[in-house]
T-cell receptor, first 112, second 111 residues
C-alpha cells in the first residue's frame, strides 16, 4: 500500500515569505503528526491532528500552524520565514491506538 | 514523562549482532518503549515496540528488563544497510505530545 506522501520534497524560500507543506497519510490513518528536524535540535514535535482537530502541540511559535482535512490529508504552514526555519519537515501518520508512526520522506526547506 | 538515555555511537562488525542499549529509568506503568531508526536524510522507520514482555519481529528483538528501567534492541545479523541513527522512545498510547526522539545512537556497521 502507498506510504506517507509529502510534497514538495525540496523547497527554497526567502526570509519573510510563507510556505505550505502537504502530507497525505496512509489510507485509513486518521492521526497525522508533524516534526521538524535540524542538526542542532534533532527531531522536534510540532503538532498532531486527528479528525480535523489539533490534538497536541509542541513548543513552537504561532508562525507554525497546520490543519487537517476530512480525508485526513494535512498541511502545515510557516509564516514570516526565518533562516532558522531551514530544516527537514517530517510528517507521520498512524492508526488510532498503540501503533507506531509511519513517516514520510520529508520536505527539506531552505530559507535564504 | 519518561526520557531516554542512549550512547552517542556504537560500532558493530557486519554479520554480528548489534545490541543497542537504552535507559528509561523514569518510565511509568502505561508507557511503551518504541524503537525507530533513521537512515541518512530519510524519514524515521519504525522497528519494534513493547510494554514489558520481550518482543521479536522480522527486523529485531526488544529485550525489556523486569523493572522496565532499561531495554536493548538487538539486530541479530547486522548488515551495512543497518547503519543509521537508532532512537529509543517511551510514550503512552494516547499522549502523542510526549513522543520525544532524543539524540539517538549512531550505529556504524563495518565490513
Amino acid at each position: 500500500k502507498a506510504g506517507v506522501t509529502q510534497t514538495p520534497r525540496y523547497l527554497i524560500k526567502t526570509r519573510g515569505q510563507q510556505v505550505t507543506l502537504s502530507c497525505s497519510p496512509i489510507s485509513g490513518h486518521r492521526s497525522v503528526s508533524w516534526y521538524q528536524q535540524t542538526p542542532g535540535q534533532g527531531l522536534q514535535f510540532l503538532f498532531e491532528y486527528f479528525s480535523e482537530t489539533q490534538r497536541n502541540k509542541g513548543n513552537f511559535p504561532g508562525r507554525f500552524s497546520g490543519r487537517q482535512f476530512s480525508n485526513s490529508r494535512s498541511e502545515m504552514n510557516v509564516s514570516t520565514l526565518e533562516l532558522g526555519d531551514s530544516a527537514l519537515y517530517l510528517c507521520a501518520s498512524s492508526r488510532e491506538g498503540n501503533y507506531g508512526y509511519t513517516f514520510g520522506s520529508g520536505t527539506r526547506l531552505t530559507v535564504v | 514523562d519518561a526520557k531516554t538515555t542512549q550512547p552517542t555511537s556504537m560500532d558493530c562488525a557486519e554479520g554480528r549482532a548489534a545490541n543497542l542499549p537504552c535507559n528509561h529509568s523514569t518510565i511509568s506503568g502505561n508507557e511503551y518503549v518504541y524503537w525507530y531508526r533513521q537512515i541518512h536524510s530519510q524519514g524515521p522507520q519504525y522497528i519494534i515496540h513493547g510494554l514489558k514482555n520481550n518482543e521479536t519481529n522480522e527486523m529485531a528483538s526488544l529485550i525489556i528488563t523486569e523493572d522496565r528501567k532499561s531495554s536493548t534492541l538487538i539486530l541479530p545479523h547486522a548488515t551495512l544497510r543497518d547503519t543509521a541513527v537508532y532512537y529509543c522512545i517511551v510514550r503512552t498510547e494516547y499522549n502523542f505530545n510526549k513522543f520525544y526522539f532524543g539524540s539517538g545512537t549512531k550505529l556504524n556497521v563495518k565490513p
